[in-house]
């Protein structure tokens, strides 16, 4: 039966002769016999259970807890399961660190449309960025509503041209006028704005909201933080925020 010493334990395994030294230190692979010379000798079933502990090391299981599996009785149904829930924590930690790089990216591509950017600027891009997907529900709920309305006004409209049929217009108008009036003030109850100036996060008023000039991300308004009147960037947010 063949014997090996630390340091060729250590090449097998592609370790170092301290690392097969600390395991032995830790009790978890403890030579099979001395030598004359006291030299630490390892037979072949420990140098498998070497490989057992290098592999689980490698994917991440701590040294207590190799410890304690290598002294169950049922060792293979121990590994498994003990497998089975790494596999979760690092899916787990992928699905983190991807959902890290993800917002790295979108980061980088907001900063390239800045001429110039500040740690604030970097702040209102990060505050965008964890409120955008309700902004988006948000629009969508919007034109799941606007769609259908424009669409009947639309049909109301060619009625009235081909038929000469305008009552049906004439009714639906009011209608439309004071339902857009109380959707919209739900819209401006549910986003917020950041001041390109302070980069404070304040509340549009209704009126000046609704009749304002605006782009799909940004809107005119008057900051009521510090003043400013201009172009300021729309996110979802239910309360101001004051930083300054």
């Not at 334990?9 to 370790?15: E, F, G, S, T, Y």
């Not at 403890?30 to 420990?46: H, I, N, Q």
Request: glycine content about 6%; hydrophobic content about 40%.
């Amino acid at each position: 039966m063949s014997k090996y010493t630390t340091g060729e334990m250590a090449k097998l395994c592609n370790v170092t002769v301290r690392t097969v030294q600390y395991y032995d230190s830790r009790g978890i692979l403890v030579p099979s016999e001395l030598s004359e010379g006291k030299r630490r000798l390892y037979s072949e079933e420990d140098l498998k259970k070497l490989k057992i502990i290098c592999f689980l090391r490698d994917v991440g299981i701590p040294i207590k807890g190799i410890g304690e599996l290598l002294a169950e009785d049922n060792t293979e149904n121990v590994i498994s399961v003990l497998l089975e829930e790494q596999e979760k924590v690092l899916r787990d930690e992928l699905s983190e660190k991807q959902e890290m790089l993800d917002k790295v990216e979108q980061i980088k591509k907001e900063l390239k449309g800045l001429d110039k950017y500040s740690v604030e600027s970097i702040g209102d891009i990060a505050y965008i960025m964890e409120n955008r997907k309700k902004l988006r529900k948000l629009h969508k709920m919007m034109m799941v509503v606007g769609i259908p309305l424009d669409l009947v006004e639309v049909g109301l409209i060619a009625l009235w041209i081909v038929k000469g049929i305008w009552i049906p217009f004439l009714v639906f108008v009011p209608v439309v006028m004071v339902g857009a009036f109380w959707f919209s003030k739900y819209y401006f109850d549910k986003v917020a704005y950041i001041c390109p100036e302070c980069h404070n996060v304040f509340k549009a008023k209704h009126v000046e909201g609704f009749f304002a000039s605006h782009t799909p991300r940004l809107r005119k308004l008057t900051c009521s933080c510090c003043g400013h009147k201009g172009y300021c960037v729309e996110t979802y947010g239910m309360e101001e925020k004051i930083y300054g």
